[in-house]
């Protein structure tokens, strides 16, 4: 009898568990989308971590909708983004979106310095109008509404190419592989051949120094929300002049005047930021691994790149990045060992530095404090957006670096040894992605100045 009743009062306790644990389910009985007068309906669900018909958790769906709108707003297509929930029963639910897009096509003038970053350029290259890009830039997002974008540029000055890029993420019916397309053809008068004491050097002359071009094509694939794959197939050649072959034979790979190549490179992302373009909080991975094709001049490269935010609070955080490549030479050339300022790899505090090597590690600390935030009226009519938002972020950072360089020329002072910089700074975040860094650095050299770095995604 005894044994009974513990049978009974165990099953009537089971009963009672599973039944709170379906109770404290939820059904999503539709989706509703408000907003969207170009952007295909499918290119917004597929941001969501949830679906209509799903059972989710009740206590989950307040965070499910956060993490919609920092999707949305990381798609780079929308302005404002609100994802909300109506219950329409204890037991059901209606999603509510409403979006507004962003202005999409931009033919817009192109005038951009060809130094590494603006403060090298003010400094060191003296505001040059002789070393800068100007010409006409075509740049279209969400062409077809599905998050497909295009660019088509006729750019002169101080180096005339032409530029062709469409990208469109999905070209399947489960919405998990894209396809990308690129060329570009150049000629230059002026080209950085050379190194020496960590700064770049110039050579000039009054006719066609180096010319080439390069076409690619990748195929993209995304599983889940937050990862990402790529596989590149591209093709190129690249030409110097006499003048440039005699000033520095082994500028090219091929330590020749011509270099012809065939590379292909694979890739893999994982973003799991609140927003990608000023990110406060989450984490990330990059590794791409790469190898070009070419007589006697091959090159394989890896490169390992993590993000990481930790908030304290809203209006404080920490940020970490570590980034790694090391390339594997067949032979020293000038080209193949560009390395520490080219690229994402970046030391604020060494502006107006390069370092050459094979290998390069970088490790960046900050922390981040924000000052508040200020709307400014709209001086365009524009019914969607009356204010423009700018939040204001103090900052104090440090980086460590380290070049290895297996044969350190021309009195390298930053090769082989701990790099080092810190500073103090201020971000300015906007829309479209806006990001203006001012910031006041020092490294070990004792050099210390103010400088520029900008930011923005059409």
């Known amino acids: 009898m005894c044994n009974k009743i513990k049978y009974l009062f165990f099953f009537i306790a089971s009963f009672l568990f599973f039944s709170n644990l379906v109770s404290a389910q939820i059904k999503i009985t539709s989706i509703q989308i408000e907003g969207n007068r170009k952007t295909k309906p499918y290119i ?7 679906h209509e018909g799903d059972m989710i958790s009740k206590d989950s769906l307040s965070i499910l909708d956060t993490v919609s709108e920092q999707q949305l707003y ?23 979106i409403n979006v507004s897009e962003r202005w999409y ?18 400094n060191d290259q003296n505001r040059s109008l002789d070393r800068v890009n100007y010409g006409f830039n075509l740049r279209q997002a969400n062409v077809s509404g599905n998050n497909d974008k295009l660019t088509a540029a006729f750019i002169t000055g101080y180096t005339q190419q032409s530029i062709f ?9 489960k919405l998990r592989y894209g396809l990308a397309l690129g060329w570009q053809n150049f000629t230059q008068k002026e080209i950085n051949i050379d190194t020496k004491l960590d700064k770049q050097v110039f050579y000039k002359t009054n006719n066609i120094i180096q010319e080439g071009y390069r076409a690619n094509a990748s195929l993209l694939y995304r599983p889940n929300l937050y990862d990402r794959g790529s596989f590149q197939i591209g093709i190129g050649k690249n030409e110097i002049s006499d003048s440039a072959f005699l000033y520095q034979a082994n500028f090219l790979p091929s330590h020749q005047k011509i270099f012809s190549y065939v590379d292909a490179s694979l890739s893999f992302s994982r973003f799991h930021f609140d927003y990608n373009a000023y990110p406060t909080q989450g984490q990330s991975t990059d590794v791409i691994f790469y190898h070009r094709f070419s007589k006697n001049s091959n090159l394989s ?3 390992l790149k993590k993000m990481w935010a930790h908030p304290f609070t809203k209006s404080n955080f920490v940020f970490f990045e570590s980034n790694t490549l090391v390339k594997f030479l067949s032979n020293q050339n000038y080209t193949d060992n560009k390395l520490l300022g080219y690229g994402n790899l970046q030391m604020n505090g060494l502006e107006y530095y390069v370092v050459d090597g094979n290998a390069a590690s970088i490790l960046k600390a900050s922390y981040q404090h924000a000052l508040g935030t200020v709307r400014i009226k709209n001086a365009l009519p524009m019914k969607s957006l009356p204010f423009i938002k700018y939040q204001f972020w103090f900052k104090a950072f440090t980086h460590l670096g380290y070049v290895y360089s297996e044969r350190p020329l021309n009195n390298s002072r930053l090769a082989n040894t701990l790099i080092r910089t810190a500073g103090l700074g201020l971000d300015i975040i906007s829309i479209y992605d806006f990001v203006l860094k001012i910031d006041y650095s020092l490294n070990q050299l004792g050099d210390k100045g103010l400088y520029l770095h900008t930011g923005i995604n059409f």
């Open 74 to 96: 990381n798609t780079s297509l929308f302005v404002q983004v609100t994802v909300h929930s109506e219950a329409i029963d204890s037991n059901q639910v209606v999603i509510k």
């Open 165 to 173: 890029r469409y990208q469109i993420p999905f070209i399947d019916k």
């Open 105 to 122: 096509l931009f033919p817009i003038p192109y005038f951009r310095w060809v130094a590494r970053n603006f403060s090298q350029w003010w």
């Open 301 to 303: 490269s890896i490169q």
């Open 44 to 50: 917004i669900l597929r941001e969501l971590p949830y």
